[in-house]
């Protein structure tokens, strides 16, 4: 079960730690004036946030010292209890602005969809690493593959949450990509998918307001948060306002510590500061796929690839939204945004990322 990392990556290792650390600094930050007027407390939202990087490290550091071998050997009943926590929440009574997409967990809200996105990534790299070089071939593995992902990308829409459910359906495809799927299979698959793609964004009244807003900001009352947040943005000019100096915090921009934290960034620490940003992301995901090039064994090489194009695609979403590239959705940047199972799982997979780096090839 266990195989301590025979080197420490240490350069995706201060990354991660910088990312965090920066987490922490833009929660406190965004949320400290809603903290106060909510519940008397400037620090309610840090401290909480707290608590959970501490759990978040303490799983990450068990995950690096975890072979990953053994992990992805639990695959089948990880996805097992992913389909069955995902269906817990959809017939449960915990409704949340309109979504079944919590569950309570020790005292902390949990979302099955961040433990299912993680459970599918082992899960696609076990039997791409099984099967893969017959996929297209034997059609029966293919098709099971994707009766896989679509059932959990089915569940996880159906809470409704559009916007997970089509990041995690994109890792899918970058993973099936990777593991030498045929290009006619796969731009026959991305082709189908853009069609259902849009039927489905367009089959709920708040996702067309949504789109609506996406096109025309200005005219539109859902546009009001993407209009804030591009306020915070060209607000920060060069070199930002100063950390904890953001005006938009101030309960004009709506959820400035979860769904547009980066604005927060952008206008705190202007232009500079959100290079910043990119470039470390930009390494963390290079070192990533650097991981998986070096990888021992197929195995590794598309776990890497999942965790990686996780960490990639979350992140270019997030920052898509907040400059109004894309509509509003609910995903969070990693290590930043505030919030506990997104931390949580992101940091155990990069722990299961830095088990397959310690195991690599020089």
Known sequence: MKERVGRIDFTTLLIVFF???????????????????????????????????????VLFYIAMNTDYHWIAGKYRTLIALSVAVLIIVLVSSNVVQGSKRWVSLFGMSF???????????ICMAKLLSLHGDVMNESKEHLIMIL??????????????????????FAIVLVMLFAGGLKIGYFLGLFALSLPAGGVLLLAAPYRV??????????????????????????????????????SQKHLYLPEPYTDFVFSIVGEEFGFIGVCVVFVLFALLIWR????????????????????TSMLCIYFLVHVGVVSSLLPTTGIPLPFISYGGSNLIFTMISVGILLNISGQSKK
Do not use: W
């Not at 979302?111 to 990534?121: G, H």
């Not at 009766?147 to 995690?168: D, E, M, R």
């Open 19 to 57: 990312l965090v650390g920066l987490g922490m600094l833009m929660i406190y930050s965004s949320s400290i004036e809603v903290a106060r007027l909510r519940f008397n407390q400037p620090t309610f939202f840090l401290t909480k946030q707290v608590a959970r990087i501490l759990m978040a490290f």
């Open 111 to 121: 979302q099955p969809s961040d433990f299912a996105r993680l459970s599918l990534i």
């Open 147 to 168: 009766v896989i992902a679509g059932a959990v990308c089915l569940l996880i829409f159906l809470q409704p949450n559009f916007s997970t459910a089509a990041s995690v």
């Open 209 to 246: 307001a949504r789109v609506k807003a996406f096109l025309d900001p200005t005219n539109h009352h859902v546009g009001y948060q993407a209009m804030q947040s591009l306020i915070a943005l060209g607000s920060g000019g060069l070199s930002g306002v100063g950390l904890g100096n953001s």
């Open 288 to 307: 990533g796929f650097s991981i998986a090039r070096k990888a021992p064994d197929r195995l590794g090489f598309f776990l890497a690839v999942g965790i």
